[in-house]
Each structure stands twice: as C-alpha cells, then as structure tokens.
C-alpha cells in the first residue's frame, strides 16, 4: 500500500542556513537540476519523517515573493504550480523581523507552513530570547528550533512538515493582514472581481491576485489578462486609481504601503516573541569587531590582496601534485594502448582523439576541486559579501558588481587560472545583467592553457624580457575584460544596474560537510561535460586534424626517402660501428615532415591554407591558422599543433625552446604578427570547455555570441596591431 | 522635520530613523524587503575604502548600499 509521496518546499532568506539544513535533511540524497524556464540551481532530495518518504525541494533563496529576480520566480512558481503539501521556512532567528517577512507573504499564499527557527545558538549567544510556542499560537504556524549546522531539530522539524501536511491535506488557508483603510476596501473589491473571472483560480487565493495588482506584479497582471481580459481591465483602472490617490494624498505607492504595513503585522509579532538584552543592546559584536579590521579603509583591501594571493597559490601548490597524477595515469593509458594494438586509425583516433582529448580535461579536476572548495569557504565565511563591498565602487564604473572580481581571478586574472571554474563562479553573482557581463569577458583572462603559448613567443622575439611580456598580457586581458565588460553593459547586456541592497552577513564558521558536498556537486558537473561534450569535440577536432589522409603517392615519397636512409643506416651497422647522429636525425625529420605535410592535407589544414587570404592582414600564415583552429578545442592544442606544422615533430607546451628558435628564424612571421598573435589568443573564441560551461550558466545563445563576438573582436585588434606595429617598426 | 537629509549625508556612528524611501520599483522593493520602511532605526557602520558603498546597521543584521541608492532615503536623527 505505497501511499504518495509528499513534498515538501523548504523556503528561507539568503544566508539563512537554508542549504545547510537542506544537507542535514537529506544526506546525500539530494541531485541537482534546473528550474524551468530559468538558470537558476534546483536542489531535491529524500528524507524519512518516521517512516513516510518525503520529497524535499531546496527553492532559492529569497527575500520576498515578488517577481523581480529569477529567483523569485522559480520559488514562487514552485509554490503554486508545484503545491507542496507543506513548506518549511528556515529562519535567521537572530534576525526575525526581516525573516518573517517571508514568510509571512507564503502564509499569505495560504501553503501550510512550518517555521523552523534556525541559528538559535546565535540567538542565545547574543542574548536575546525567543517565545517558541508564542511564535506558534500568533502565526498559526508550528515553529521548531532548530541548529542546522549541528543537525540539532532535524527530526522534530520534519515531523512537524509532514504531520501538518497530513492534517491540512492539501486544503490552503491563506492569512488575511489589513492593509489599512486606503487599500482594504481595493482589495475587498478586488478579490470579487477575480473570484468572478476567475483568474489563477483553483492556484492561489484571489485576495493575493488583487495584492499583486497592487503591487505591480507583471507576471500576474499578465495572466489577468489572459483570462479575463474585462476583468484585468477593472482591477488595472483599481489599482491605478488607488495609486494616484496615494500619490496625491500621502505621496506614497500602494506597494511601499503593502510594506509598510507586512512589517507592522510582522513588527506586532516580534515585540512579544522576541526579548532583547536589556544591557547587552550596544554590545559591539565579534562580527562587527572584525569588519572594523578587515573592510578598513587601508587595511581592508591589503587583507584582501593578500587572501586572494593566498587562495591563488593554495590552489596550485595543492593541486599540482594530484593533477599531475591524473594526467601521468592518461598518458600511461594512453602509451599502453600505443604499445598493445597495431598502428592505425583506430588506435589514432583513441589515443590522440578521445584519451589525450578527455585527460586534458579530467586533468583539471583536482585543481577545480581544490579551487571550490577554498571558494566555498569563502562564501561560506561571509568574506565574499565583504569583497563585493570593498570592490563595488571600481567595478560598478565598467557595469560590473563588486562580487565579479571573484570569476575573474579565477579565470586567470592572475596569470595561470582557468576560465571552466571561473565561470562556473558568476554563479555567486546574484544581479543578471551583472553575472552575464562577468560570464562573458571573465574568458580574457591569462589561463593556465594560453600562459605557455605567450611565454613561447616571449622568447622567440622578446628574448630576456619574458617576464615583462607576461605583466604586459596579464595587464591587456584585465584592460580587454573590463573595457569589454562596459562596451556590452552599454549595448547588447544594457539596463540599470541591479541594486546593491546586500546582506553583510555575519563572519561563521564554514561546515566542512557543506564544503564537501558543494566542491563534489561542482565538480562532477565538470567531470559529467568532459565525458559527454568534450569527448566529442576532441573526437571532432582529431578528425578534422587526420582526414583526409595524405595520398599514397605523397606517402611513398616521404617513405622513399626514409627507406634509402635505413639502407644506409642498416649498411653502418654492418661494419660494426655506432651509426651517426646526422642518420637518426635524419629519420626523425623525415617523419616530422611527413606529420606536417599530413596535417597540411587534412580538412584543418586546408582551412588554415584557405584562411591564409583572410589573416594575412594580421601576419598569420597557414601554420598559425591550424594552430588557432585546434585552440577553439583547447587553448593546450596550440602550442603543440604550431610544432607539428613547424615540422618539429611532437612539442611539449612546457619545453617549447625549438618552437620559439623556428618562429624566430621564420621570415613570414614578423615580431609585430607576434604581437598580433598574442593580442589573438588573448581574445579569441574560449575553449570549447569553457564555451559548455558558458551554455550552462546562460544559455547557449550567449555561449555561441561569445564565441562568434570573442574572435571577430581579437581579429580586428590582431589586424589593427600589427598593421600599426608594422608601420612604426 | 528641518533635521531631516539623505542617507548618503549621514554621519558615521549615528543613530538614525527613516523618514521617507522614495525609490522607484524594482530598487525600492528590494529597499523595502530588507526592512527599510519609514520608521526603521538604522546607523551607518561604515564606508567601502572608496568611500561607496556604504555599510547599514538595522536591529538585527548589517546590509550594504550604494550612495546612489542612499540618496532614495530620507532619515533623521534618532535621540
């Protein structure tokens, strides 16, 4: 006799503990999935209340029920298409008034609702004292204490969800606040008009339609008009004539007046709950004690230079070593199957394709792993909210928010990040315009990828000077990012600023559970796109890179030439002798010039040869061409790719010393297309990784507009460049 | 009400109560959400090193705004 799951909602504010409880409810039975409609995380797991199974939904975290943010929406709608059969509302207690703002508008709403009041350790610690069970009598509500980062009230809050959901079953009985006498009679008048046209009906109560009306909500007014277009027009001609008489009589809008009076219903609640210190009241706080110190005016941004330095070096001191096993394990993988099968496509295609293609990208994992996990930390102390507020003023002047400085060091804001994580980051970002701006040019940065192809041109043409070269890139890319950043807030990401009203949340402890399960969700994320996605487009990119295959009269040339060498070889070792060093040579260079010719016939390197035409206005000739090709793969591919179309044979991205003497020698690549080049790759297209990423956090449309902007973008500075650095030379 | 001024004059450390916020739409719900309703007691805490944003003491929490979201709200001197 399975009965029906029920689900339950868990709703809260921001840094409310939300997620916490959210882990201590559900363990790890909890996946991850998308809101409809929107880009915003969709949590669920499992819980046992005694022995029923519940559902538990995570909705965003929110400060209100309006429709202004995604966020928003995704909750609200969840509360009325959805109809959980109960909601559990995760309070800050030691900041009730604000919190019961809430939910106050999701008992408005009508959903059975449960309060759970969490961080009362904080409570007590600050002195204060909270009458639960008078909570409970003047909210109607069942309110539970609850200490999420402790797991303590987990149990009794879940009972409490699940009993109320049974005893309810189903049935809505939404609060009815006076809102005064200016909008009480509107609203009586308008819950007839909507009862009568019945608009949303059967989804929420009509008194809360008429509320929104009041409010300006556009999402309801749009669906007033949908299904009742006479009766939309009533409640319009209501809600504009209440609003032009506040306007005249008070200088007030019927929504500041909803405000105002939520939070006197709400304020008549917390006076009797809630029993402040008597002498504690001007206590200064540790939290605000520490503020003093680390947002200072001067000592503020020197701790955050110096944490951000930290969290840089951590990450790639830690991450090294793992990292460098993941990849020494695909390179074994890759050279045992080398040895074990007999040379040809299949073995091409699996080696050089699909292993060196996903272990380039698996490689990253512990790196990204060690970096969201110091990130999580961050956000997790409240240190995060404290950067966004030192840096705001600097970023809100190229339309970004102070938060975006996170993505962007992450990226390669200092030189060797990676721009997979850093977008990933923009998640943080909670303003759209803001997160999509960051999101789009956080790619320019110098990434660990790209580091050695500058560094490889540094020596072929700035011999002794490579250090400066690398400043000067890391410099251009912030330069590019920001100015970027305002040309797009200006043109195709235009609009206000989303407003800065923050929450300064107080300095915490981070839970290491909570780390862990968000440094995995994240990463496995990462891990599932290399498996499906990159494996493809390496699978694509090795193809273009082999077929078509250099014809059987071009082959016998080259292995002409190799026979004749192995019969002189062969006639040295029959005398005895060690054959000389010039034979091997020879040999290698024989296959090297085999590799070069081959890529030259293969479909990239015909496009390379075709684009000759196109890029000869920057200096690039065809070589760089496929190599630029390859780096839309991986910006790894680059370096290696140049070499094989140098006929060098196979180049390590580390040890690029022979690259840079043949480019230097090479008379059709001049310093200024090396300067060209750099401004290149600076901008160009991100890599197909980060393009995945990209289409996760915004949508494939602003994926495919940054590749497609990035490289008309770095085309135009690489012609513009090297025309200008040809003329002055 | 001549002790009145906008939030962005308002001194460091000084206990002060709103009078008025008179933003617009999204900006003024989201000032309304976290509280800010006239008669609200808040004290300026601090100013971001470059003097803006500024940081906002209520009751029970701290939040951070704008200067330019500052001049939508009107305060005076609590006693």
């Known amino acids: ?729 | 009400m001549d002790s009145c001024m906008t939030l962005r004059r308002a001194q460091v450390n000084k206990k002060l109560r709103i009078c008025s916020v008179g933003a617009p739409g999204e900006l003024g719900r989201r000032i309304r959400d976290m509280g800010l309703i006239p008669g609200a007691e808040v004290t300026v805490v601090g100013k971001a090193p470059l003097k803006d944003p500024v940081a906002l003491r209520l009751r029970d929490f701290t939040l951070t705004l704008r200067n330019s979201e500052a001049d939508h709200i009107v305060v005076e001197a609590a006693e």
Request: glycine share 8%; proline share 5%; net charge negative.
């Open chain 1, 1 to 729: 006799m399975a009965t029906p799951k029920l689900t339950i909602g868990l709703a809260g504010n921001p840094n409310c503990g939300k997620t916490t409880l959210f882990n201590a409810l559900t363990g790890s039975h909890q996946h991850v999935g998308n809101w409809p409609g929107v880009t915003v995380e969709k949590k669920m797991g499992h819980a046992l209340a005694g022995e029923a199974e519940l559902d538990v939904v995570d909705l965003p975290g929110t400060y209100s029920l309006t429709a202004y943010s995604e966020e928003e929406k995704a909750a609200r709608n969840f509360l009325i298409e959805d109809r959980p059969a109960a909601v559990i509302d995760v309070l800050n207690a030691d900041c009730l008034e604000r919190n019961l703002y809430l939910a106050v508008q999701i008992m408005e709403l009508g959903v059975p609702l449960v309060l759970a009041l969490n961080m009362m350790d904080e409570v007590r610690k600050s002195g204060k004292d909270i009458d639960t069970a008078l909570l409970t009598r003047l909210t109607g509500c069942p309110a539970v204490e609850t200490v999420a980062r402790q797991g303590k009230g987990r149990r009794e809050i879940l009972a409490a969800a699940y009993s109320l959901a049974l005893m309810r079953a189903g049935e809505w009985t939404p609060l009815r606040i006076s809102y005064g006498p200016d909008l009480d009679p509107v609203l009586d008048e308008m819950e007839a008009i909507v009862e009568a046209a019945g608009i949303m009906a059967g989804k929420v109560p009509p008194r809360w339609v008429g509320l929104k009306y009041l409010e300006g909500d556009p999402s309801v007014t749009r669906r007033g008009r949908e299904a009742s277009p006479e009766a939309a027009a009533r409640l319009e001609t209501l809600t504009a004539k209440v609003a032009q008489h506040l306007k005249k009589t008070l200088n007030t809008s019927p929504d500041a007046i909803i405000a105002d009076y939520r939070y006197g219903y709400i304020a008549g609640i917390v006076k009797q709950v809630v029993r402040y210190p008597a002498i504690n009241q001007e206590r200064i706080r540790l939290s605000d004690r520490m503020d003093q110190v680390l947002t200072h005016q001067f000592a503020g941004p020197v701790v955050m230079a110096l944490v951000i330095y930290l969290l840089y070096t951590l990450t790639f001191a830690v991450g090294e070593l793992p990292m460098s096993w993941v990849q020494n394990a695909f390179s074994w993988l890759g050279d045992s199957l080398k040895e074990n099968m007999g040379e040809g496509l299949l073995r091409s295609l699996l080696v050089d394709g699909a292993i060196a293609g996903v272990g380039g990208v698996l490689g990253f994992v512990p790196l990204i792993m060690i970096m969201f996990f110091l990130l999580s930390a961050l956000e997790d102390t409240g240190y995060v909210a404290r950067m966004a507020y030192m840096l705001d003023r600097v970023f809100r002047i190229f339309g970004l928010h102070g938060t975006s400085v996170l993505p962007f060091i992450v990226s390669g804001g200092i030189a060797g990040g990676c721009a997979v994580p850093g977008v990933m980051a923009t998640r943080a970002l909670r303003s759209p315009k803001e997160k999509l701006a960051t999101l789009l040019t956080a790619p320019f940065m110098t990434c660990g990828a790209k580091v050695p192809v500058f560094l490889m041109l540094a020596a072929a043409f700035f011999p002794g000077h490579e250090a400066a070269v690398m400043s000067a890139v890391t410099l251009s890319a912030w330069a590019a990012a920001l100015l970027v950043a305002k040309l797009l807030r200006s043109t195709v990401v235009r609009g206000e600023s989303t407003p800065f009203v923050m929450e300064l949340p107080p300095y915490r402890m981070p839970t290491l559970r909570g780390l862990c399960i968000h440094t995995w969700e994240r990463s496995w994320e990462y891990m599932r796109k290399a498996g499906t996605i990159i494996l493809a487009i390496s699978v694509l990119i090795w193809a273009a890179m082999t077929f078509p295959a250099l014809p059987d009269d071009a082959n016998k040339v080259f292995d002409d030439r190799a026979m004749a060498v192995n019969a002189q070889l062969e006639s040295q070792a029959e005398t005895g002798e060690d054959p000389p060093a010039e034979l091997e040579d020879a040999l290698a260079r024989i296959e090297a010039e085999r590799s070069e010719a081959a890529l030259r016939t293969s479909f990239a390197g015909r496009a390379g040869v075709a684009m000759e035409s196109l890029t000869a206005p920057a200096g690039f000739n065809w070589r760089v061409n496929i190599a630029l090709l390859g780096g839309f793969a991986a910006k790894e591919v680059i370096v290696s790719t140049l070499g094989t179309a140098y006929s060098l044979g196979e180049i390590e991205a580390e040890d690029a010393a022979p690259l840079s003497e043949m480019l230097s020698k090479d008379e059709s690549f001049s310093k200024a297309a090396a300067l060209a080049l750099i401004a290149f790759v600076i901008l160009y297209a991100p890599c197909s990784v980060t393009i995945v990423a990209m289409a996760k956090e915004a949508g494939w449309r602003w994926a495919l507009f940054s590749m497609t902007f990035n490289t008309a973008l770095a085309y135009v500075a690489a012609v513009a460049l090297f025309q200008v650095s040809r003329l002055l030379a």
